[in-house]
């Protein structure tokens, strides 16, 4: 089987819902990060294969086929969406490089388009004619005593590993900083908007006023609610080495499944199984993007996993952002891949997602 190369990584601005981006359509969102990383890969919108596109609030149809159709791929491209929640976007990178391997495309576009602002309300209908109850959050189990609030499991994890408020409210406040003290190379803007607009000089004194969601989990320690658009190219190592590009590995990915009541420690086994199929130890990597959607959550995955803490998140996370749910996983792969680029080595991108499951990968440059 070919090997499988990364080309391209963009992401547009995150921005929080009911912001700049929220009169935009996901596919208009998507339409300048896709065209991009195009771009910046030198290829033409024939070389493309298959585009995966990652959504999870319930676009409806296929909404990869409107970003594909919109962007101007040509009409054979399908068009495949998927929906694993907030470890979408990291997924479909991994069904892009199973493609690859397989010999069915050379080029596939992988990635997500969200928006909470203009996502599509949703009911439970009934069969006994009981009015339809609107609801947010979609169950991620059958089992209703087993199914919490994602801050409610993320307090839950927080107990269970005797992580306070205080030592949660402190990763918050260096992944602003982080997220400041450097620039952001994988962002494509959007119209006039050029850059993420929540970002701040967070202090553990304004942690202290953030309003409480769940126990120790406050509006401060968990990311917000947000809108945005994330892609990359991966290409087959026949078309990387034809065209003399230069590229970063994807060496391994894996999906698992865990405790659904405390998801946010899922992507530790996804991390330990990645690292064991690269042959890779932890000492070796010079990056870790672990998804902030809680504190709580990134420091377990850090902890659990044993990631050293000064490669993790080296340039702030999602907690200086906002998540965008089913694009995150592939900002995380767009932040790793320019990072590799720029310093060679080995690095790590990893994600939880509602339900229990863990989705890491393993990225190499030389």
């Known amino acids: ?42 290829i033409s919108p024939a070389d493309v294969g298959e585009v995966i596109v990652s959504n999870a609030l319930g676009a409806g149809g296929n909404p990869a086929r409107i970003v594909a159709l919109n962007a101007g791929l040509p009409d054979r491209v399908a068009g495949l969406s998927i929906d694993r929640q907030c470890a979408g976007g990291l997924d479909a990178l991994i069904l892009a490089d199973a493609m690859i391997r397989s010999g069915q495309h050379h080029i596939v ?21 009981r009015d339809p109850i609107l609801y947010d959050q979609a169950r991620f189990t059958p089992w209703a005593d087993r199914d919490p609030d994602m801050a409610v499991a993320a307090d839950q994890l927080a107990r269970k590993l ?46 202290e006023k953030a309003p409480v969601v769940a126990g120790s989990i406050t509006a401060a320690n968990m990311a917000v609610a ?19 590009m230069e590229a970063v590995e994807f060496v391994a990915g894996k999906t698992i499944g865990d405790d659904p009541e405390l998801p946010g420690i899922a992507p530790v086994k996804a991390i330990k199984a990645v690292l064991d199929m690269a042959n890779v130890k932890v000492g070796d990597l010079i990056s870790a993007e672990i998804m902030e959607a809680f504190a709580v959550q990134a420091m377990a995955c850090q902890q659990g996993a044993n990631l050293p803490v000064e490669v993790v998140n080296r340039y702030g996370g999602a907690l200086a ?22 310093t060679k080595g080995m690095g790590v991108a990893a994600i939880a997602s509602a339900g229990g499951l863990g989705s890491a990968v393993v990225l190499r440059s030389n």
């Open 226 to 244: 947000a809108d945005g658009a994330g892609f990359v190219v991966l290409a087959s190592e026949e078309f990387v080495a034809d065209h003399g």
């Open 1 to 42: 089987m070919t090997k499988t190369y990364l080309i391209a990584a963009r992401r547009s601005p995150v921005i929080p819902r009911n912001g700049a981006l929220a009169r935009l359509s996901i596919e208009e969102i998507a339409k300048p990060v896709l065209l991009q990383v195009l771009r910046d890969a030198a």
């Open 162 to 207: 005797g992580i306070s408020k205080a030592e949660q409210d402190a990763w918050a406040v260096e992944s602003h900083a982080k997220a400041l003290s450097g620039a952001h190379p994988e962002i494509v803007p959007i119209g006039e908007t050029i850059g993420d607009a929540f970002t701040r000089n967070l202090s553990a004194r304004l942690c």
């Open 321 to 342: 952002w906002g998540h965008p749910i089913g694009v995150s996983g592939a900002i995380l792969a767009a932040r790793l891949f320019h990072q590799l680029l720029r």
């Open 109 to 129: 576009v992988a990635g997500g388009a969200e928006s909470y602002s203009r996502r599509p309300l949703r009911y439970q209908t009934f069969a006994d004619g």
